[in-house]
């Protein structure tokens, strides 16, 4: 996936920074399809993507692997868990 989405992001003059400061929107059109693929609120897969944010996004394999774990994370979210940050900065998960 990476071999195919840097040629992309470089064609159209982007950066994942670019990429991932346009996923914070509710009202990205993609934003809209993966919470209906994921059965959740637009705010909760935003929300997700909020979790799972890390400074591995400044690479495309950075970026395309916190998209996943937005997808996972989702997922935990729509099953009724929260997303919580511990001391260490690690995200946890509580139930409720």
Known sequence: REMR???????AGTTPR???DALQRENLGWNLDKASE???????????LKA??????????????LLH????????????????TDPSGRLTWSRG
Not at 5 to 11: I, S, T, V
Not at 38 to 48: C, E, I, L, S
Not at 52 to 65: H, K
């Open 5 to 11: 989405a840097r040629p992309a992001m470089e064609d």
């Open 69 to 84: 774990r937005a997808e996972a994370a989702a997922a935990m979210m729509r099953a009724g868990y929260r997303p919580a």
């Open 18 to 20: 670019v990429v991932l």
């Open 52 to 65: 799972v944010e890390t400074d591995a996004a400044e690479s495309v394999g950075g970026l395309l692997f």
């Open 38 to 48: 994921f059965g959740v609120p637009v705010k909760t897969w935003v929300r997700a």
